[in-house]
């Protein structure tokens, strides 16, 4: 017996992707153009055409609708960075290239500066912080399966380790300062790159 209330929207029924995707993208658009704070489910309905009721037959709360704009968001990023490396670039490159090119596009991403503005509440932080790294795994994952197949991951560290470690490494960096007082936007990422290769590489792959 399936235990979802029978007035959930149902994921195999008529036009579901559509309108989450819909709903999505709506509420995108609301934080691209006046930040994370201005998300409400009636605007959100407003955009689309429901009911506000109606959205919580595919989204339970604001958070959980605010995470897929997140992962939404994330992925287009991820799927920018794949792109401009190729797919076939090597762990290292992928890691240290990867994360410098995806670092500098979250922040120049309104929906991401909007939750590391000091106006967003420290909840909707958490939700932002989450939702990037669902939004990324799909994205890295393979290629730290691909780095432990090739044998170059360090003993004792498994594609999971790797991913959840890197998560934690995104998610801190993009909360740093992008620039310093005495770089210019060129020198701090030529910088950022040369420390992910000294102090984050030999941590994850051997030598």
């Known amino acids: 017996m399936s235990t979802q209330a029978d007035w959930k929207a ?9 309108t989450r995707r819909a709903v999505v993208e709506a ?3 609301i934080v691209r153009e006046q930040g994370v704070r201005a998300l409400r489910f009636e605007s959100v309905a407003d955009r689309v055409g429901l009911h506000r009721s109606s959205l919580y037959r595919y ?9 897929a704009v997140v992962v939404h968001a994330s992925l287009r990023v991820g799927q920018s960075v794949i792109a401009q490396l190729g797919a076939d670039a090597s762990p290292r ?10 670092l500098a596009e979250l922040a120049s991403d309104p929906v991401h500066r909007s939750l590391l503005d000091p106006s967003a509440s420290e909840a909707m932080a958490r939700v932002g912080g989450r939702a990037l790294t669902e939004g990324i795994r799909p994205l890295v994952e393979p290629a730290f399966v691909a780095a432990a197949e ?6 004792g560290v498994s594609p999971d380790d790797a991913l959840r470690w890197l998560q934690i ?5 993009l ?3 992008a620039t310093s007082n005495d770089e210019s936007p060129d020198e701090t990422t030529a910088d950022l790159t040369r420390l992910l290769d000294l102090m984050l590489v030999p941590t994850l792959f051997t030598p």
Not at 10 to 18: L, S, V
Not at 59 to 67: V, W
Not at 169 to 173: C, H, P, Q, S
């Open 10 to 18: 149902r994921p195999a029924g008529p036009e579901y992707e559509a």
């Open 27 to 29: 509420a995108e658009a």
């Open 59 to 67: 989204f339970d709360s604001k958070e959980e609708l605010l995470t």
């Open 93 to 102: 490159t992928f890691l240290v290239e990867g994360l410098t090119l995806a």
């Open 150 to 155: 090739a044998g170059i991951l360090r003993p």
């Open 169 to 173: 490494v995104a998610v801190g960096l």
């Open 175 to 177: 909360r740093a300062p």
